[in-house]
C-alpha cells in the first residue's frame, strides 16, 4: 500500500513538472446551461427542451470560480480559452446577457480568450437577432470572441425556413473596394436586413400590429409611405444599434456560420449520439491536454477528448487538483480497458463512479502535498 502511495505521488509530481514544461492553452467548455430548443440526434450531452423549473443556467458565482481556476492556470504561464456552449446557450436571452455582463464586468476577463458555438436559433426573427446583438455586441466589441454557428444537418429539422434560409451554405462574390469577395448569406442579413426579414409594422394610432395597409383595431387606412415607415419603425427593435457590431465581426470571420463536412455526425462516443450509434466508439482517451466541461454549479462533466459524463471533481476543487485527478483517473481506465475499444467509451462513467469515491479523498490529499512545490516553488 505504502509503495502504491509513493508511485501516485511521483506520478502527480511528475504531471505538474509536466504541464509546467508545456504551458499549452487551457480549453474550458462551459455549459452555460442544459436546455436546448432542439434534441438533435448527435448531440453529446442529450440536451433537449425542459421546463422553466427544469432549466440550468450558470449562476454569477459559478462564474467567479471558473475566473479564479482560469487565474491559477495563467499565473502557471497557460493561456486560457472560454468556449461558451450548451444545451443552448442562448435559448433563453435574458440569461445570456447576465452571464455575458458577469464575464465582461469580471476584474480577470481580459486574460482570457473566449469562443462560442450556439445553433443560430436567434436568427428565426429580426427581433431575436437585435436581442441577441444587445447582449453580444458591447462584449465582442470590447474584447475578441468567436461566434461559430453550427450548420449541422442535425439541427435542419428543428428549424424555421427564414433561418434556414440565413444560414444554409450559399457565398456569392461582391465587390468589396480592393477586390470580390465572398459574402456568405448572415453576413448579407445583417448588412440589408430588409432582404431578408419581415418588419413587423404597428399602427401609429393605437400601436397594434400591421397586417395590411388597413388596421384592424381602429381601421386607420395607411398611405404605401406611412406603411414603409411603419415598417422603419419595426427594424428599430430594442439593440438594433449593435448589429452593426455583429456585421462587423462577421467580416472579420469571427461571427460565421460553418461548413459542413461528411464526417461531422461522427463527434462524440457518449449522449444521444452514442444511443443512435453515430459517435466514435473506437477512440483514443484524453490525451493529457487540460480540456475540462464545467456544468452549471461548477461540476466537471467530461475529462476525455469527446466530453464524457465523467464526475470527477468542481471546478472549486482548484485547477491542479482536477488536472491531476482527471490524468489518473484516465490511467486507471486505460489499465482496465487496454487497447483502442469501444468498451473503454460505453463503460468510462460506470468505471468512473466506482473509482472516483473510492480515490478522491486520498489522492486529494497527496496532491495536496506535491501541488505547492511542483507548481508554485
Known amino acids: 500500500m505504502k509503495a502504491d502511495l509513493q508511485a501516485k505521488v511521483s ?93 465582461s464586468n469580471h476584474s480577470a476577463c481580459g486574460r482570457v480568450n473566449f469562443e462560442m458555438t450556439t445553433n443560430g436559433w436567434f436568427l428565426r426573427s429580426w427581433e431575436s437577432l437585435c436581442k441577441f446583438a444587445a447582449a453580444a455586441g458591447q462584449f465582442i466589441r470590447e474584447r475578441e470572441m468567436s461566434i461559430r454557428i453550427s450548420n449541422t444537418e442535425h439541427h435542419d429539422p428543428f428549424r424555421s425556413y427564414v433561418e434556414k434560409r440565413l444560414i444554409f451554405e450559399d457565398t456569392k462574390l461582391r465587390d468589396c473596394g480592393g477586390g470580390e469577395r465572398k459574402v456568405s448569406r448572415l453576413e448579407s442579413a445583417l448588412e440589408c436586413p430588409f432582404d431578408h426579414y419581415e418588419f413587423q409594422a404597428v399602427c401609429p394610432e393605437c400601436e397594434a400590429a400591421l397586417s395590411g395597409m388597413v388596421c384592424s383595431k381602429c381601421g386607420l387606412e395607411l398611405s404605401e409611405d406611412d406603411y414603409a415607415e411603419a415598417q422603419d419603425k419595426g427594424c428599430a427593435a430594442p439593440g438594433h444599434e449593435w448589429i452593426a457590431e455583429l456585421l462587423k465581426a462577421a467580416k472579420e470571420g469571427r461571427f460565421y456560420v460553418d461548413r459542413r463536412s461528411p464526417g461531422e455526425a461522427k463527434i462524440s462516443p457518449v449522449g444521444r449520439a452514442a444511443k443512435n450509434g453515430i459517435g466514435y466508439q473506437a477512440c483514443e482517451c484524453w490525451d493529457g491536454r487540460a480540456i475540462f466541461t464545467i456544468e452549471p454549479g461548477g461540476d466537471l462533466q467530461g475529462v476525455c477528448c469527446t466530453g464524457g459524463h465523467v464526475p470527477i471533481g468542481n471546478v472549486r476543487d482548484g485547477a491542479w487538483q482536477l488536472y491531476a ?39 486529494l490529499n497527496l496532491i495536496q502535498n506535491v501541488e505547492h512545490e511542483a507548481i508554485c516553488a
Not at 18 to 29: P, S
Not at 35 to 57: D, I, R, T, V, Y
Open 11 to 103: 506520478d502527480i509530481r511528475n504531471l505538474f513538472e509536466a504541464a509546467e514544461e508545456e504551458q499549452g492553452e487551457v480549453a474550458l467548455n462551459l455549459r452555460l446551461t442544459n436546455a436546448c430548443g432542439f434534441a438533435c440526434a448527435h448531440c453529446m450531452f442529450s440536451s433537449h427542451p425542459l421546463s422553466k423549473a427544469h432549466e440550468k443556467w450558470m449562476s454569477n458565482a459559478d462564474i467567479d470560480s471558473i475566473m479564479a481556476l482560469a487565474g491559477e492556470l495563467g499565473q502557471a504561464g497557460y493561456s486560457v480559452c472560454l468556449n461558451l456552449i450548451g444545451g443552448e446557450p442562448t435559448k433563453d436571452l435574458q440569461q445570456f446577457s447576465r452571464i455575458l455582463n458577469c464575464f
Open 325 to 363: 485527478l482527471a490524468s489518473l483517473y484516465i490511467r486507471a481506465v486505460k489499465q482496465r480497458y487496454p487497447g483502442k475499444t469501444s468498451a473503454r467509451c460505453q463503460r468510462c462513467s460506470a468505471f468512473a463512479a466506482g473509482w472516483v469515491p473510492q480515490n478522491k479523498a486520498n489522492l
